[in-house]
Antibody, heavy 127, light 110 residues
Framework: QLQLQESGPGLVEPSETLSLTCTVS??????????WAWIRQPPGKGLEWIGSIYYSGSTYYNPSLKSRVTMSVDTSQNQFSLNLNSVTAADTAVYYC???????????????????WGQGTTVTVFS | QSALTQPRSVSGSPGQSVTISCTGT?????????VSWYQHHPGKAPKLMIFGVSKRPSGVPDRFSGSKSGNTASLTISGLQAEDESDYYCSSYAGNYIHVFGTGTKVTVL
């Protein structure tokens, strides 16, 4: 069973860069059927899609965060990462990494659903 | 891209049915059949319950069903059980590889 595990600092100072890594185990990050995503949940609020990355390095970001977000992938380590710069208290959240099931090669159809999630990691922005 | 609109809470007694709505626009829910629903117990990983508007992943009870009409998608839980008490979120593809989530609904089993 594929597993995703987030890792990174739990505390980040304002104006600094939040950096997280997601390690994928029991499955390859290089599968053509999947993208890999970051999603967050601020305290008391709903889920927010941050962005998605393909194993080739193609990236797609939430327009509201695009100017501050960079995602990267390391296929040799089966990991993908998130950098969010110039953070403020509004970036305090539980950050999840997830697998975006994009294309079902058995039915030749688009799927577009987040079918596997990590447990999440809490990041607090404060000085 | 604005969040999809869901009711803050719904409730029902065991055995009853509840329906959660998820309202978007003609640029997301109304334009694509890529609506999903997730069950989220606080502190745990969200769990996929419905994808492609109405498809259930393996292992999800058939008490959970999804539908869509126009810009609004719906999740119905039939034969409500105590273990169904949780937060539920919808999501939709919104074009250009962008995804949007709903505001979330708390389901309470009375």
């Amino acid at each position: 069973q594929l597993q995703l595990q987030e890792s990174g600092p739990g505390l980040v100072e304002p104006s600094e860069t939040l950096s997280l890594t997601c390690t994928v185990s029991s499955g390859s990050i290089s599968s053509s059927s999947y993208y890999w995503a970051w999603i967050r949940q601020p305290p008391g609020k709903g889920l927010e899609w941050i962005g998605s990355i393909y194993y080739s390095g193609s990236t797609y970001y939430n327009p509201s965060l695009k100017s501050r977000v960079t995602m990267s992938v390391d296929t040799s380590q089966n990991q993908f990462s998130l950098n969010l710069n110039s953070v403020t208290a509004a970036d305090t959240a539980v950050y999840y990494c997830a697998r975006l099931f994009y294309y079902d090669s058995t039915t030749y159809s688009r799927v577009d659903t987040f079918d596997m999630w990590g447990q999440g990691t809490t990041v607090t922005v404060f000085s | 891209q604005s969040a999809l609109t869901q009711p803050r809470s719904v409730s029902g007694s065991p055995g009853q049915s509840v329906t959660i709505s998820c309202t978007g626009t003609s640029s997301d829910v109304g334009d694509y059949n890529f609506v999903s629903w997730y069950q989220h117990h606080p502190g745990k990983a969200p769990k996929l319950m419905i994808f492609g508007v109405s498809k259930r992943p393996s292992g999800v009870p058939d008490r959970f069903s999804g539908s869509k009409s126009g810009n609004t998608a719906s999740l119905t839980i039939s034969g409500l059980q105590a273990e169904d008490e949780s937060d539920y979120y919808c999501s939709s593809y919104a074009g250009n590889y962008i995804h949007v989530f709903g505001t979330g609904t708390k389901v309470t089993v009375l």
